[in-house]
C-alpha cells in the first residue's frame, strides 16, 4: 500500500489466512488511498481481486456498490447478483434501488428481506405477488399497514388485492380495518365494494359491519344504500340506527321498513309526498290491525286533504283485518264523508253488514249524490228499512225518489204519503202514483184523507192514473172513509172504457142510489 502497489497489495488481502486481512478497516485504507492516473480506482481493484476469489461478503458488498452506482455502472451489480458473487442484504438492496427498484427487489428476495419484497411489490404495482409470496415463505404481513400504502397509489389496486385476501387461505383479515383504510383515503366506493364481497355470508357475528357500510353510504351515497336494502343481502344490521339515518337521509319508504315504535311510524308517515302510495298501502299489511288504525287516525288528523285517498285505499283494501265497524268509526270521526262514501262503495258488494249498508247510504246523501242513493235504497237488499226511512225524512234530500222506494218496497205507503203531504211535497205523491207504483194509488188516497187533504186534490190525482189504479181497493179504501163520492167521475171514466169489474159498477150505483141521480134507470 505504502509503495501504491494496489494490486498486490489487493492480492495479499484475499489471499490471506483464514480472510485476516478481509476487513473494514482495510476497506477503509483502500478507499482512502490516492488513485494513480490512468489506474482504477484502488477500492476497485481491491474488489475486483476479491471478485476473482470468490464471494463478497456483506459490508464489501455494500461498499462495492457504492462506488459502481456513483460511476452509472448498476448493471455490473445485476451481473455479479446473478453470479452469486455478491452477499445480499435489506441495506444493499436499499442501495439499490436508488438506481435500479427491480434489481433491489432480486436482492431483497435473496436476503429474504420480506417486508422490503413486499414494499417492492406495492411500489411496482405487483399486487397480485405479495399474497404468493407471502404463502411462500410463510409471511405474516400488516395487511393493514399494507393497504394503507397500496390505497394511496392504487385504490381500485387496494380493493382487488383486498378482495384477494378475503378469499385466500391462512390469512387472517380484519375486515373493519380494511374499511377503515379505504375511508381514511375517502374511498367509499372501494370500501363499499369490499364489504358486500366480504359479508355476503350474512353472518349474525357481522351485524355491527353491515351497520357500518350502510351507515357510510347512508350518510355519503343514499341510493347506494337504497339499493343494497332493496337487495335484501343483510338481516343483522342495527335496524333503529339504520331507520334513523334513513330517515335523515330522506328514505322515507326505507325509514318505515325498519321503525317499530308507533310514534317514529306516524312521524315518518306525515312526509307521504314522498312516498309512493303503493308501497304505503302494502306496508300498512305489515301493521296489526291497532297500530294500522292510530296510523290511519293520525294521516287524517294532520292532513285530511292530502291523505285522505291514501287512507281510502288502505280501508278497501284492509277493511276485514281492520274491520268496517273501526273505519267507519274513524271516517265519522273526522267528519270524512267522501272518504266514508268512497271506502264502503267498494266493499258495499262484499258484505251483508246492515249498518254498512245504511252507512254507505248516509255517506252517499251527506256528500250530495243522490243518484246513488237513489240506486241503493231501489236496488239493496241488505238495509235496515225503517233506519233509511227515518233518515231520509231527517236528512230532506231535494229530490224524495230514495224515499219513495224504500217506503214502496217495504210497504210504507201510508206513511211516506202523510210525510210528503205534511211537507207540501204534493208532486212527489203524484210522481209515485203516477210513474213508480199506480198500484198503490188506494193507500196513498186513503192516507190523503185521512191527513184532511183536499177532495179536489185527491181526485185529480186518481183520475191522472185512470185504470192503473185497481178498482177493487180503491173503492174500499174511499168507502170506509165515507168519500166514495169523489171516485164518481173516476168510476163514470171506467164505465166508459166498457170496464165490466163489479167493484167499478156497485160503487157507481151506490153513488146515483145516494144522489137519487136516475138510480132505477141504471139499475
Same mark, same amino acid.
Given at each position: 500500500?505504502?509503495?501504491? #502497489? ?86 444493499? /438492496?436499499?442501495? %439499490? ?73 391462512? %390469512? ?5 380495518? %380494511? ?84 310514534? #317514529? ?19 300498512? /299489511?305489515?301493521? #296489526?290491525?291497532?297500530?294500522? @288504525? ?66 254507505? @247510504?248516509?255517506?252517499?246523501?251527506? %256528500? ?77 188516497? /186513503?192516507?190523503?184523507?185521512?191527513? #184532511? ?71
Amino acid at each position: 500500500m505504502n509503495q501504491q #502497489d494496489y494490486k498486490a497489495a489487493a492480492k495479499l488481502a484475499a489471499e490471506s489466512p483464514q480472510q485476516a486481512l478481509r476487513t473494514p478497516e482495510t476497506i477503509q485504507r483502500f478507499q482512502a488511498a490516492p488513485a494513480m492516473p490512468g489506474q482504477p480506482s484502488p477500492i476497485l481493484t481491491y474488489f475486483g481481486m476479491l471478485l476473482e476469489k470468490g464471494k463478497l461478503n456483506a459490508r464489501e458488498s455494500i461498499e462495492l456498490a457504492k462506488p459502481v452506482i456513483q460511476q452509472g455502472k448498476h448493471q455490473l451489480l445485476q451481473k455479479w447478483t446473478s453470479e452469486d458473487k455478491l452477499e445480499c442484504t435489506e441495506e444493499l /438492496g436499499d442501495l %439499490v434501488k436508488m438506481v435500479d427498484q427491480q434489481l433491489a427487489l432480486s436482492i431483497y428476495l435473496r436476503a429474504s428481506a420480506s417486508a422490503k419484497v413486499i414494499q417492492c411489490f406495492m411500489e411496482t404495482g405487483q399486487f397480485e405477488k405479495i399474497m404468493l409470496y407471502c404463502q411462500k415463505v410463510n409471511y405474516t404481513a400488516d395487511w393493514g399497514f399494507l393497504l394503507t400504502n397500496i390505497v394511496r397509489v392504487n385504490p381500485a389496486g387496494a380493493l382487488e388485492f383486498a378482495q384477494k385476501l378475503v378469499q385466500a387461505d391462512g %390469512v387472517t383479515l380484519d375486515y373493519g380495518v %380494511v374499511a377503515d383504510v379505504f375511508m381514511q383515503h375517502n374511498c367509499l366506493q372501494q370500501a363499499t365494494s369490499f364489504l358486500l364481497d366480504a359479508l355476503k355470508g350474512n353472518k349474525e357475528e357481522e351485524g355491527p359491519l353491515q351497520t357500518r357500510l350502510l351507515e357510510m353510504n347512508l350518510v355519503a351515497a343514499p341510493q347506494v344504500a337504497d339499493a343494497i336494502m332493496a337487495n335484501e343481502m343483510f338481516t343483522h344490521y342495527d335496524k333503529p340506527r339504520i331507520a334513523m339515518l334513513c330517515e335523515k337521509a330522506g328514505l322515507v319508504q326505507r325509514a318505515l321498513e325498519h321503525y317499530t315504535n308507533i310514534d #317514529d311510524l306516524k312521524r315518518v308517515m306525515m312526509r307521504t309526498e314522498m312516498i309512493q302510495p303503493e308501497f304505503l298501502v302494502k306496508f300498512f /299489511g305489515t301493521l #296489526d290491525a291497532e297500530n294500522a @288504525i292510530e296510523c290511519l287516525h293520525h294521516l287524517l288528523r294532520t292532513n285530511m286533504r292530502q291523505n285522505l285517498q291514501l287512507v281510502v285505499q288502505v280501508a278497501r283494501e284492509y277493511s276485514e283485518h281492520l274491520t268496517p265497524e273501526k273505519l267507519i268509526e274513524m271516517f265519522e270521526q273526522y267528519n270524512s264523508w267522501e272518504g266514508l262514501f268512497y271506502y264502503l262503495g267498494a266493499v258495499l258488494l262484499k258484505t251483508e253488514d246492515k249498518q254498512v249498508h245504511f252507512k254507505y @247510504i248516509e255517506a252517499a246523501a251527506k %256528500v250530495g249524490n243522490i243518484q246513488e242513493v237513489e240506486r241503493v235504497t231501489r236496488e239493496d237488499t241488505f238495509y235496515d228499512p225503517a233506519q233509511v226511512r227515518d233518515f231520509l225524512k231527517e236528512v230532506r234530500l231535494p229530490d224524495q225518489r230514495p224515499l219513495i222506494n224504500v217506503c214502496d218496497r217495504f210497504d210504507m205507503v201510508e206513511e211516506l204519503t202523510h210525510y210528503l203531504y205534511t211537507n207540501n211535497m204534493s208532486k212527489y205523491i203524484e210522481l209515485y202514483v203516477q210513474k213508480v207504483n199506480p198500484m198503490k194509488a188506494p193507500q196513498v188516497a /186513503g192516507a190523503l184523507l185521512d191527513a #184532511d187533504c183536499s177532495e179536489d186534490f185527491v181526485r185529480a190525482l186518481i183520475l191522472s192514473v185512470r185504470a192503473m189504479a185497481p178498482a177493487e181497493q180503491l173503492v174500499e179504501e174511499v168507502e170506509k172513509r165515507n168519500r166514495l163520492k169523489l171516485l164518481q167521475p173516476w168510476l163514470e171514466a171506467r164505465v166508459n172504457e166498457g170496464v165490466q169489474e163489479a167493484a167499478v159498477h156497485n160503487a157507481l150505483m151506490k153513488i146515483y142510489i145516494d144522489m137519487n141521480n136516475r138510480p132505477e134507470e141504471y139499475l
